[in-house]
C-alpha cells in the first residue's frame, strides 16, 4: 500500500474470537500494507475502539462477552461512546447469514456486510487498498 495514501484505510481493528481465523487476516492484511490490532471477544474491541482511532473496524456478529452488534450498538451511540468517532467505518465480516431484515438493522449502523465464506484475506486486502476512508469497498460478492 502507498504509504503516502492518506485518504485510505491504514490502520485497522479486527474483532474475531477465532484466534486462527484472527491471525489469518491480520498477517494476509499487514502483508498489504495495513495496520492491525485483533481483538478476540466483544468486551475487548469495544474497549480498544473507544480508547485508540481506527480507520477501520472488521467485526465478527457471534462473539464472546458482547456479540458484535452489541458493540456496533454501543460504538454508534454517541451516549455510550463519546471518543468514538462516527465517521468510522465498520464492516461486519462474518460466517453468520442474516435475514434480510436483520441484515438491514445492521446496515443502518455498518458501512458493509460480508460473509466470510465468499471473501478470502487477500481479497478483502484487495478490496480495501484501492478504497478510500469513508468509502466502502466493492463487494466481492453480489448483495441479496
Known amino acids: 500500500m502507498d504509504s503516502t495514501a492518506k485518504d485510505s484505510y491504514q490502520k485497522i481493528l479486527l474483532v474475531e474470537d477465532e484466534k486462527f481465523v484472527a491471525d489469518l487476516y491480520a498477517a494476509v492484511l499487514q ?44 460504538l454508534r451511540n454517541p451516549t455510550i461512546s463519546p471518543t468514538f468517532d462516527q465517521s ?14 436483520t441484515k438491514k438493522q445492521i446496515l443502518a449502523l455498518a458501512q458493509a456486510y460480508l460473509i466470510k465464506v465468499y471473501i478470502t484475506p487477500q481479497t478483502l486486502a484487495n478490496m480495501l487498498k484501492d478504497t478510500k476512508k469513508g468509502e466502502v469497498p466493492p463487494s466481492p460478492t453480489p448483495m441479496r
Open 31 to 74: 502483508r498489504n500494507g495495513f495496520v492491525v490490532t485483533c481483538a478476540y471477544d466483544g468486551t475487548e474491541g469495544l474497549a480498544k475502539a473507544q480508547t485508540e482511532p481506527y480507520d477501520l473496524i472488521l467485526l465478527d456478529i457471534m462473539l464472546p462477552g458482547k456479540s458484535g452488534l452489541e458493540v456496533l450498538q454501543a
Open 88 to 101: 468510522t467505518t465498520i464492516i461486519i465480516l462474518t460466517n453468520f447469514d442474516e435475514d434480510d431484515i
